[in-house]
């Protein structure tokens, strides 16, 4: 293990972590595209992206594969990677802003509030009047959940993390209550439609969908990166932070809008994926540390390429079926999770 | 208003959950001044600096530079005053240089990169606190001394003219206490203000200029040391009996606390010493209420010093002369009228013969041998012989442990 990660250590040292990450995703999102039911050379795959993005003009390809490439499998695995980023990034700052390892936004209600959100768009019909009603409403959902959670949790200026994670369980719990009645009310059809959203499946997303996203998640997770400094201070604790000049609560409102978007965006593509804002960031710091100007950009490439792998397992593994890939992911997560609880318990709780 | 003060507070008050903490708080401190917080424990120290820091919002008026705190940006206010902490629990692994570039925040906007100037001004301060060893060293594998010195190191990267630190040596090891009283005195000689909630009262006598005794959330005392630091404050504010005294070996002030007995007895004992031998005695018998006088001392003695401390009466003589004739009937005198002698475990020679000899006019008479009279007699057996005859009429020869069972 301490060889292991000496030598990955050392490998970064000399090639710098982010260019090495970054040509990672890009192998792993090519052979997300390529493996499928029906398998595409990589190179193949790789030329049709390149020629359906505008730099490879004069390629031409086997009949059928092209559409199947750049119009299914592709626009599938860029969601991923949006979620994945998305998911990550929010843990990591999650986790730097209330200065605890196991903060994760599935924790505190995002998922929940954003589900929400999500069944009375379907409800209500509206998802048939704009794709954008989802989007919208599953952000104004996960949004509002997370503030109950913190008003509820905040006292005398500090967010204790127990009570922090316990209302969270408690709202998570009461909106999916309110999911729940909604979902009694609706036809079998609307039902249909929001279980196929909330088991975290890929399955059918497409170029709309990276629209959708794209830009929410591009801009909200930059934004974070702007607050890496802050993020580092906010780890020395509320009053030090004050001490050097940082607004606390300015900046946690800050981040937790951030937050609440990136989320809110990477849930409505992509349905309840939970572990992804937990184990990345926790693998990342293992390898580069808690200094957050390295571990966010980090995480977020991590998480990305997290979510491109755990969805081509998803649909390789039990062929000609899917799964979703939040099973996959929670199949991952939730081990690794104990695994951290039961480790801090060693060290003497350390982390609750 | 005195543009010499640094630092303005008017009627400061504050309280959390209507329990008054701060109570009409009004203080001005100098530049370059180096005052010591003291007072017991929730006297309101700690929120004070909180108050001049900006953590605690209060309604008081707080100037720093005839400007007030309400006024100041947050970050502007970091670059005037920087606040170490007492007990920063950081449970992240971050390396001991990025802690005290951490000092530079208020001086950087958003996107900017700590230039090579706030690197430099960063390793500076880590050699001033000899920490630049520990420059890569996570700082959650620092020992308790180490982990203050780096946590110094980045209050000063802030590079701030008032720098308060809360109890900052509570938690560390003996060698490393002073190490940063010592560092902050240097900054204050440099013009730096300082302002400390500091616990132990012998080290804020030491280093500050200046202490500011609390209790209760109100100001009691203000003043140099020697002034704040007397008998009557320390015995009404902390609730016990202290004795405030400058240590002749180390000439610093220094405290004694004993737990006195409150009944005043009213039995008189008179202690003949010198030499050093009196003083326990003294001290010992001052805890326990009696009416004690002491003597004959030899100027200069040390003896003197422990009575001077505990209020007793006694008797010096001249220095290097025999006792006089007008100190020997005073002293015969004091005995005569005492209930009990205490002849201590002095060494004799000519000049202090006399005290032996007055010796015989006790009632009662308890001796403490704790080395036999023959090393500690100067006088070729002249001293013995009356010491032998004494110790017949004793009513006990003990060592100086045995005392208490004789009282």
């Keep these: 293990m301490t060889k292991a990660t000496s030598s990955i250590k050392l490998m970064i040292h000399r090639f710098g972590i982010i260019p090495a990450m970054i040509v990672t995703l890009l192998v792993v999102m090519v052979a997300g595209t390529a493996i499928g039911a029906v398998y595409v050379p990589f190179f193949d795959t790789l030329r049709i992206i390149l020629k359906n993005i505008g730099l490879l003009p004069n390629s031409t390809f086997i009949e059928g594969q092209e559409p199947i490439i750049f119009l299914v499998r592709f626009p599938r695995v860029l969601v991923a990677a949006l979620a994945g980023t998305a998911l990550a990034a929010s843990g990591t700052v999650m986790q730097g802003m209330f200065r605890n390892p196991m903060a994760d936004p599935g924790l505190l209600g995002i998922s929940s509030g954003a589900g929400l959100g999500a069944v009375l768009v379907i409800k209500l019909g509206l998802a048939a009047v704009s794709i954008f009603f989802m989007p919208l409403f599953a952000f104004a959902g996960a949004f509002l959940a997370i503030f109950i959670v913190y008003m509820l949790s905040y006292r005398k200026g500090k967010v204790p993390v127990l009570t922090l994670i316990l209302s969270g369980i408690a709202i998570s719990t009461f909106l999916g209550a309110l999911t729940n009645i909604v979902l009694t009310l609706s036809y079998d059809y609307q039902v249909k439609e929001f279980l196929f959203w909330s088991t975290g499946g890929l399955d059918g997303r497409r170029w709309e969908h990276v629209q959708l996203v794209f830009l929410p998640i591009i801009i909200s997770v930059a934004l974070m990166f702007v607050f890496s400094r802050d993020l580092n201070v906010l780890l020395m604790g509320e009053e030090e932070a004050k001490s050097v000049g940082l607004n606390a609560g300015r900046t946690r409102t800050i981040l937790l809008i951030l937050i609440s978007i990136a989320t809110a965006s990477a849930v409505c593509v992509s349905g309840a994926i939970s572990f992804v804002g937990l184990i990345v960031p926790h693998i990342m710091r293992l390898i580069v540390g808690p200094n957050h100007k390295i571990l966010l950009p980090t995480s977020a490439i991590g998480g990305a390429i997290f979510l491109v792998v755990c969805d081509l397992i998803s649909r390789v593994v039990v062929i000609p079926f899917e799964l979703g890939v939040g099973i996959i992911t929670a199949l991952l997560g939730a081990p690794y999770f104990l695994y951290l609880l039961l480790r801090s318990k060693k060290e003497g709780g350390m982390v609750l | ?407």
């Design chain 2, 1 to 407: 208003m005195n543009t010499d003060n640094i630092i303005e507070i008017h009627n400061l008050s504050f309280e959390i959950n209507d329990n008054k903490i701060l109570k009409n708080i009004s203080l001005s401190v100098k530049t370059g001044e180096f005052v010591g917080l003291i007072g017991p424990n929730g006297a309101g120290k700690t929120t004070l600096l909180k108050c001049i820091n900006g953590i605690n919002k209060t309604d008081g008026e707080i100037k720093v530079k005839d400007r007030s705190i309400q006024e100041l940006s947050d970050k502007n206010l970091a670059t005037e005053v920087s606040l170490m902490h007492q007990n920063t629990a950081i449970s992240f692994p971050f390396p001991a240089i990025e802690i005290v570039l951490m000092g530079r925040y208020p001086y950087l906007k958003r996107l900017q990169r700590e230039s090579k100037e706030d690197y430099s001004i960063a390793k500076k301060n880590m050699e001033y606190t000899d920490t630049s060893k520990l420059e890569n060293c996570p700082i959650t594998e620092m020992s308790g001394g180490e982990r203050q010195r780096v946590l110094f190191a980045k209050t000063l990267t802030q590079e701030t003219e008032v720098i308060l630190l809360d109890e900052p040596t509570a938690s560390l090891d003996i060698t490393y206490q002073e190490q940063i009283f010592k560092y902050s005195k240097e900054r204050s000689s440099q013009g730096i203000t300082i302002i400390a909630a500091i616990h132990d009262l012998k080290i804020a006598a030491r280093y500050c200029t200046r202490l500011v005794l609390m209790n209760e959330g109100e100001i009691v005392a203000d003043g140099s040391p020697e002034e704040v630091l007397t008998s009557e404050n320390l015995s009404r504010v902390y609730g016990i009996n202290a004795l405030v005294y400058r240590n002749r070996i180390t000439d610093l002030l220094d405290i004694y606390i004993h737990k006195h007995n409150s009944q005043k007895k009213s039995e008189k004992i008179h202690v003949l010493g010198g030499g050093g031998s009196a003083s326990g005695v003294l001290r010992q018998l001052y805890e326990q209420g009696y009416n004690i006088s002491a003597g004959v001392f030899s100027h200069g003695d040390s003896d003197i010093g422990s009575a001077e401390v505990f209020g007793i009466e006694h008797l010096v003589e001249k220095p290097f002369s025999e006792i006089s004739d007008q100190r020997n009937n005073e002293n015969i005198a004091f005995i005569k009228n005492s209930d009990m002698v205490i002849l201590c475990n002095m060494p004799f020679g000519n000049q202090n013969l006399r005290n032996l000899e007055a010796a015989r006019y006790a009632k009662k008479l308890v001796i403490i041998e704790d080395d036999s009279p023959e090393t500690r007699d100067f006088t070729e057996g002249k001293a013995v012989e009356i010491y032998n005859q004494l110790k017949k009429s004793a009513v006990a020869v003990i060592n100086s442990a045995q005392l208490h069972e004789v009282l």
